[in-house]
């Protein structure tokens, strides 16, 4: 359609450019101007070309971080994405009222991460925590520990707290896929003999397939670029072992206030999150025409 | 074949299943509430009683420690800085984000996709891509630490998604209701007010829900970018809290309640509106 008048949709489109241009499209243009060169923030500007990069690529702590993201993406998948799999494979068996169960488990999603980082430090606590009370109650002292202080737990016990956070997230959007699936599917199948669970795995997943395949991007995305949890609850610490790609990233920049490097590891860090996120979308549309049939 | 011998124990099988069925997820369901009760019912006890029995009724429900808490901690300050950083941004977002999305999907332009191309890189961008940046003009121009500091990067984060979703819908409406209207000689703002804006309320509300708790719980920039106590948000706040009374521990259960439990309170209410909003949102 034509507009009324020829400024018109300029006009319209003038508020939200300028505001996004600000805010997202020159910082992230000027980022890219910032990892070539070196700066604090209020010295002299110096170009030094790819050092940044070179240097990035040496940096023991920046490899950690990635590899601690990759951890923590492994054990995101299963304790988001595989969880909420399969609480929304068990709340949607016929014949089952389930709503109250849906709206529960969904309860950790809307609230503020300080708040549930903060939480569950407690949670975690050496002395007052729920869980090593619990586990002195029970007599299992041997067993508790300062799960955060502790290099070999520490990781996965922020990633607990992560899949306690999102698996009803997942759940929520695989309900929402389940559903759309025909139920004269499902009576075929169960008019064949075949059991709730093997028409869980061999019917109900395959069809939402194309949904599991997009939550698996967000999962892998979200974990990039998560970071709440992880300053709040360790910070990095013990030794790095908590140490992801944004709590350093904000440790360069804010604390060292070495604005070109920082620069630089966001750099590389947005080519590894839309390379994930293309290579995804390869994958998505080789496989798609299979089984958008519901 | 082996329906006949499944038929006769039916009945106490139905019964049988349904109560592991419900035990089951009611046990499930409690690993996600107990950490909640936990935290409120601890804010009404002493230090002691947390430590020796954490799985205990408070002996009272003693509320003056909600009420020092709320006080000590300046909890009514961050809550309204959040509401007015909240408002204004999604305000900013709903009216920026429509008026854009009306023109990139009903009207024909010069550079239409040019203008609509970096609104859905947006999408794909990460924060932590632009933050170092955009703190230095943030600061160039004056407003780091005030409220701009967090308004203004919250309706560019929540554009790109307004302006996606809501084009979304606006092209799936039919184009002749839009051409009838402008025969009948109705111009672009018209159209906007008394078609557009009707037809699109379950579209904003999607976008506003999203919104709302994206800019409410926002952390990373909160953190950043202001540094007076007096303009802090309450994540934010919290944090700041948490690090001055770290032993006071039922203060800090009431404080983390007072958070937790208006807002839960809204879930319940609304919870349709949003589960549908966070997902939608999420998976565009």
């Given at each position: 359609m034509k507009p009324d008048r020829v400024w018109t949709p300029y006009l319209l489109v003038a508020p939200a450019f300028l505001v996004f241009a600000f805010v997202v499209l020159l910082p992230a243009l000027l980022n890219t101007g910032l990892s070539l060169v070196d700066w604090s923030g209020t010295n002299q500007m110096v170009f030094v070309g790819i050092d940044n990069f070179t240097r990035a690529f040496r940096d023991d702590i920046y490899l950690t971080a990635y590899r601690n993201t990759f951890g923590y993406i492994g054990l995101t998948l299963i304790l988001e994405v595989a969880v909420g799999l399969i609480m929304a494979g068990v709340v949607t068996m016929?014949?089952?009222?389930t709503a109250f169960y849906r709206v529960a488990f969904f309860?950790?999603?809307?609230?503020?991460m300080v708040v549930i980082a903060v939480l569950w430090s407690f949670v975690y606590s050496?002395?007052?925590g729920l869980i090593n009370t619990g586990l002195r109650g029970a007599g299992?002292?041997?067993?508790?520990?300062v799960w955060l202080g502790n290099p070999a737990t520490a990781l996965i016990a922020v990633s607990v707290v992560s899949g306690w956070i999102y698996a009803g997230f997942y759940m929520a959007i695989f309900y929402a896929a389940l559903q759309r699936i025909p139920t004269n599917v499902l009576e075929a199948a169960m008019l064949d003999g075949a059991s709730p669970w093997r028409i869980f795995f061999s019917v109900k997943v395959p069809m939402i397939r194309p949904m599991i395949e997009i939550a698996v991007l967000l999962c892998v995305t979200g974990a990039f670029q998560s970071f709440d949890l992880f300053y709040v609850m360790t910070n990095g610490g013990p030794d790095h072992a908590t140490e992801i790609v944004t709590t350093y990233l904000v440790e360069v920049v804010f604390?060292?206030?070495n604005l070109g490097y920082g620069a630089a590891l966001a750099t590389i860090m947005t080519v590894v999150v839309l390379v994930l996120g293309l290579i995804f979308s390869r994958i998505r549309s080789k496989v798609g025409g299979v089984d958008v049939e519901y | 074949m082996s329906t006949d011998t499944r038929r006769r124990p039916v009945r106490v099988n139905v019964r049988l299943s349904s109560i592991v069925y419900h035990t089951v997820l009611t046990t499930v369901s409690l690993v996600f509430v107990l950490p909640l009760l936990w935290m409120i019912v601890s804010s009404f006890k002493t230090k002691r009683e947390i430590f020796d029995s954490p799985f205990a009724l408070p002996k009272t429900l003693d509320f003056s420690v909600w009420t020092s808490a709320w006080e000590r901690g300046d909890l009514g300050v961050y809550a309204v800085n959040s509401v007015i950083t909240t408002v204004v941004s999604v305000a900013g977002i709903l009216i920026f984000g429509l008026l854009a999305a009306y023109a990139f999907s009903r009207l024909k332009f010069r550079f239409s996709r040019w203008l609509l191309l970096p609104f859905l890189l947006g999408l794909l961008l990460?924060?932590?891509?632009?933050l170092t940046a955009q703190s230095r003009l943030l600061d160039a121009f004056y407003i780091?630490?005030?409220?701009w500091a967090l308004i203004l990067p919250y309706i560019g984060l929540g554009l790109s998604l307004a302006v996606f979703l809501l084009k979304g819908y606006l092209d799936s409406l039919p184009r002749e209701m839009f051409e009838a209207a402008r025969i009948d000689g109705a111009g672009d703002f018209r159209l906007l007010a008394q078609i557009v804006l009707p037809l699109m309320r379950p579209g904003l509300a999607t976008v506003a829900t999203f919104s709302v708790l994206s800019a409410w719980n926002e952390f990373l920039l909160a953190t950043l970018y202001i540094q007076s106590d007096d303009l802090r948000t309450i994540p934010v706040g919290l944090l700041a809290f948490t690090g001055k009374y770290s032993t006071d521990y039922p203060t800090l259960f009431a404080a983390l309640s007072i958070i937790t439990i208006p807002m839960v309170g809204i879930y319940v209410i609304f919870h349709r509106q949003v589960i549908n909003g966070i997902t939608e949102g999420s998976v565009h």
């Open positions: 016929p014949g089952r009222k309860v950790p999603v809307m609230l503020p050496d002395d007052i299992l002292d041997g067993l508790a520990q604390r060292f206030n | 990460p924060v932590q891509s632009y780091l630490d005030t409220r």
